[in-house]
């Protein structure tokens, strides 16, 4: 590779392969971290299983990689590393200032002799030490200080799954309020290459026809022509995936007002013994696929989409807000 700026490295033999290596190694990966995605997936494995899942992918894909780089005094400024496997790579001397890293699994990670200055990072973040303190709890208990409500969002129960979509939608319905306020074209703008307020809704309501209508409710095709699924996930036949839509906000909150209807229903006749039990697999294709989920994974998944997408969207308004007009 010639030092210079556009570089672009691939391990994989196309964007395919690596879309099917990430959607079974992950799926679902519409919590994954995208700003707007999270990395909470409701039917996410337990890690024995996924680790042994990653070999069998990895020694499927051996055949497929390339040969291995060996970069030293390069410039790659401006390079673009996607789809890219650097597992058991090294970096030493390296200027990554002003990089940016998005879907990235940094698991097992270790940085020394670093200069974090600046540093703006979230996502799972478990064992994380920093000179040595682990700053997981310290995080944690920060951000339950600012948001008291934070901590419904893990209930134990039926009725704390009842207690947290109440607060949910009482914050939903403020955070409607103030987007009603905002001139419309701004609903349609992008913060940080992050998704438009209205393509946050658009994703909710694909979440919740994904993993309450089609995986709780066994709905074969719940979908609406406006969902939008995560950017990571493969296309799938029969749905919609339609990025250049520009719906209204009234048609959007229409499909969100009728979506937490359907959640609320669901969660008013939960039991703790449904709440315990395991969803029928609907064998129609679609997504997420013919398995069978954990009901708690599953309505927790949607808890997290709801919390930390309205978080994005307000945090996303201020920045709108404070831009000059």
Same mark, same amino acid.
């Given at each position: 590779m010639k030092p210079g700026t556009g570089s672009r490295v691939r391990y994989l033999r196309d964007r395919d392969d690596a879309l099917r290596l990430r959607a079974a190694l992950d799926a679902p990966a519409d919590l994954l971290l995208?700003?707007?995605? =999270? @990395?909470?997936?409701?039917?996410?494995?337990?890690?024995? #299983?996924?680790?042994?899942?990653? @070999?069998?992918?990895? $020694?499927?894909?051996?055949?497929? +990689?390339?040969? #291995?780089?060996?970069f030293s005094s390069e410039n790659l400024t401006g390079s673009r590393f996607e789809d890219v496997y650097l597992t058991g790579a090294r970096f030493r001397d390296v200027d990554l200032s002003n990089a940016r890293f998005h879907l990235v699994d940094l698991t097992g990670v270790m940085i020394r002799g670093a200069a974090l200055v600046d540093v703006d990072m979230s996502g799972e973040i478990k064992n994380l030490r920093v000179n040595g303190v682990d700053v997981v709890p310290l995080v944690e208990a920060e951000l339950n200080r600012r948001y008291p409500d934070r901590v419904k969002m893990r209930p134990a129960d039926a009725d704390g799954f009842r207690e947290a979509w109440d607060i949910l939608e009482r914050r939903w319905q403020r955070t409607a309020e103030r987007a009603r306020g905002m001139a419309p074209e701004l609903l349609h703008e992008r913060v940080d290459g992050e998704w438009?307020?209205? *393509? $946050?809704?658009?994703? +909710? #309501?694909?979440? $919740?026809?994904?993993? #309450?209508?089609?995986?709780? +409710?066994? *709905?074969?095709?719940?979908?609406?022509? +406006?969902? =939008?699924p995560h950017d990571e996930m493969p296309d799938e036949a029969g749905v919609p995936r339609d990025r250049g839509a520009r719906p209204s906000l009234d048609e959007v909150l229409a499909l969100r007002t009728d979506r937490m209807a359907t959640v609320r229903h669901v969660i008013a006749g939960l039991t703790d013994e449904k709440l315990a039990g395991l969803t029928e697999p609907v064998m129609e294709p679609g997504y997420p696929e013919p398995e069978s989920f954990a009901v708690r994974r599953s309505l927790q998944a949607i808890l997290n989409e709801e919390w930390e997408h309205r978080l994005y969207a307000e945090r996303d308004f201020d920045v709108l807000k404070s831009r000059p007009s």
């Open positions: 995208h700003g707007r995605q =999270l @990395m909470s997936p409701p039917g996410r494995l337990p890690d024995s #299983v996924r680790s042994n899942r990653r @070999m069998r992918q990895m $020694t499927a894909f051996r055949g497929r +990689l390339g040969r #291995v780089p060996d438009s307020f209205i *393509e $946050t809704l658009r994703h +909710l #309501v694909f979440a $919740t026809d994904a993993w #309450v209508k089609r995986a709780i +409710l066994g *709905e074969p095709s719940p979908w609406d022509p +406006l969902d =939008l």
